[in-house]
């Protein structure tokens, strides 16, 4: 099979400007599957950051002087050319961080989806007509106005599903928007920026600048920032957090998550273990906030569940992430490589948990890329590391429950709340576990919440806060102004 490995050269894309080298130094990018070295990567500085705000501040009051209508047209304008160019931002996507290319085509299809949805509600964004209380006689009315400039920090699992769950929104409601994408993943985004002058958007209402740490902090302390939006873990939300406390920034969290899926003997037992599996293990091997990494069974059925999880798991081919008959590519680094063994071996030590497939490091061809098994540990203990922390690779934990109250326990047992999931037919026991599942979506008999643009995402507890999707995605990106004429 003959694979076009070639990558874009990296810009940080400033107002008109395509920088070739940043202030922050440089990066140079390892394709996770071979472990070979790709091609240079610019990172922004503090310069560079603050160059990229003032281009942005400045395009504002231009892009939000456009009617509503103009902006809607040049965001189908953007749309229709991501869908032509779907085959090469899934290829990029494969080169960032080594997802299979089925998955990659459908992030490429997914942020022309967030596209086309929010270029239909650019133009109806609108305030209401209310009368004063007090005197009766006043006109009273409510304006939905964009803050400015956004500063957009995307994680590097799905950066095209990042852009368009925060950026295109964001723009629909006439705002300008800096962006710093991880520089373990510049590549789709880089084509996304090409796409966006391409369409006619003004020069600086849409900056992206590769970045460390160091960048993004820059971004998140700047003056003129009005409202920030980061995908990433709890560690460096604080840190966001404690920065935006600062200045009063307001800011929108998607963080990761420690989902449980909750089995009840009436499910359909097949489809639990291929989807449970697909999801946790092939899913982006495993680094997805919302997969339902703890899989929470009923005793009855217990058995006969993980023996077909198993058997589904040691179905899963490991390999080229281009190759279609690869079920599961590598993990983004070699550091996120050992930092999931690491953990797999803990489990494995402290006896809250039984190996039942996977665990290890791959040989053969496979060894020079960051490759883990697809893991899946039975008799997981609910308050073991396990059980607890999320893990953010391909590791499955199954966990018994006999009495539904100790699921919902069980299912609530961590600091985090991104997602559940339940599996059951029982209409009556659905409308009873909702409202009791602590979560920021709860999910049934094979529903997911990353298929579409309507519905809102986002988590409570240590998973974040804000929403992302939906109108209540867009609604994060203004604020309403209050206007009564006595």
Known sequence: MTVDRTVPEVHLHIGDERRTIGRGGEHIHLYPATGEAQGPVPLAGVGDIDDAVEAAQKAFETWRAWTPWQRRDVLVRLAELLDDAQDELARLSVLDNGMTLGIAQFTASSVVDYTRYYAGWADKIEGRVTTSPTQGRELAYTVPEPYGVIGIIITWNGPLVSVGMKVIPALAAGNTVVVKPSELTPYATEKFMELVREAGIPAGVVNILPGTAEAGEALVRHPLVQKVSFTGGPTAARAILAACAETLTPAVLELGGKSASVVFPDADLDAVAFIATASVHQTLAGQGCALATRLVVHDSVYEELAEKVVAFTRDITLGDPFDPATGMGPVVSRAAQERIIAMIDRAKAD???????????????????????????????????????????????????EAEEEAVQIANSTSYGLASYLWTNDAARINRLVPQLEAGGVYVNGASPVTGCELPFGGIGISGFGREGGLEGLLEFVRTKAVAIA
Not at 378 to 385: A, I, L
């Open 351 to 401: 006896g809250g948990a039984e190996l039942l497939i996977g665990g290890g490091i791959p040989e053969g061809p496979l060894a020079s890329g960051s490759y883990v098994e697809p893991t899946v540990f039975g008799e997981v203990d609910p308050n073991s590391e396990l059980g607890q922390v999320e893990v953010f690779g391909p590791v499955l934990a199954l966990m018994r429950f």
